[in-house]
């Protein structure tokens, strides 16, 4: 028997599929299959194999044929079931629907299967739907190079009438301990710590203040210094702010891997917003 799964995502139609199939099965079922198709354009299919025997050999040939009759209509195909001839049969099925992308799933995997279909719906929204960027930091460490790339994040914020943050952190000086020493180096004057790490912030914040002056703008910049390990201090803020558009400055070198440093490459990987990379032109003497 062929079951339709009622399914409230556009474009993803689930079937169940029981017993042995038969040609009646299919007559009543292909019919309404192709009433979906044409009402949503090119789906995705869930084909979930509940206590499933096979067909017989007319429900065989109606399956064929109207896969070769819809080779073009189907995007994703999660095939999901819990015997091993089932997924031989999903990976013979992958060269005859060339157009789609074929998976299987076992059965306790019923939920990666629904991720899976989801997700190259999920994406082309997220391109159908670009926004304006709203909230923009940049990442400097005050030199050349955040200069040009807050001279272009000041463009963009500006064009898009969106917030800009200017980001530092300054690395954490901490206490570390030899564990298990047996000479016993563990006591720190933690106040000394804390007074280093003030110090250290009270400077930044200093270097702050003359490296937005020196950027001579009339556009309203916000600034944050904080304390910690860089690359996770940046992402760590970037979520906190729900920030859409993180920007570095770069040296110019050849190959991406050069001219991405390792705190944007950290950030680019760990963090949900989009990354921009503003190189240096000319030569930064």
Not at 84 to 97: D, R, V
Not at 128 to 139: C, F, G, S
Not at 175 to 188: F, I, M, R
Request: hydrophobic share 45%; with cysteine.
């Amino acid at each position: 028997m062929l079951q339709f799964i009622p399914v409230f995502d556009a474009n993803i139609i689930a079937v169940r599929a029981s017993g042995q199939l038969t040609d009646a099965d299919y007559q009543n079922f292909l019919p309404q299959l192709e009433t979906q198709i044409k009402r949503l354009g090119k789906i995705s299919l869930l084909f979930e194999f509940d206590n499933f025997s096979g067909w017989d050999l007319d429900a065989a040939i109606d399956d064929v044929k109207f896969g070769m009759k819809h080779l073009s209509d189907f995007d994703r195909i999660a095939m999901v079931g819990d015997k091993s001839w089932e997924h031989w049969m999903a990976l013979i099925a992958k060269p005859f629907l060339i157009s789609s992308e074929v998976r299987y799933f076992n059965r306790e995997n019923l939920q990666q299967a629904w991720d899976w279909l989801r997700e190259k719906q999920e994406f082309e929204k997220a391109v159908e739907q670009l926004h304006p960027y709203k909230n923009i930091v940049v990442a400097v460490d005050f030199s050349l190079y955040s200069k040009h790339a807050c001279k272009r994040a000041i463009e963009l914020a500006n064009y898009y009438q969106a917030s800009l943050t200017l980001l530092n952190v300054v690395p954490e000086v901490l206490a570390y301990t030899l564990y298990g020493d047996p000479v016993g180096y563990n006591v720190v004057d933690l106040d000394i710590i804390k007074d280093q790490n003030k110090k250290a912030i009270d400077a930044a914040q200093f270097q702050m203040k003359a490296f937005v002056n020196d950027l001579d703008t009339d556009f309203p910049i916000e600034t944050k210094v904080i304390c910690g390990e860089i690359n996770y201090g940046v992402v760590s803020f970037l979520e906190a702010q729900d920030v859409d558009l993180a920007i570095f400055g770069a040296k110019k070198k050849k190959g991406i891997n050069k001219l991405l440093g390792s705190v944007a490459h950290y950030v680019q990987n760990h963090s949900r917003c989009e990354i921009l990379i503003v190189p240096v032109q000319a030569p930064v003497f």
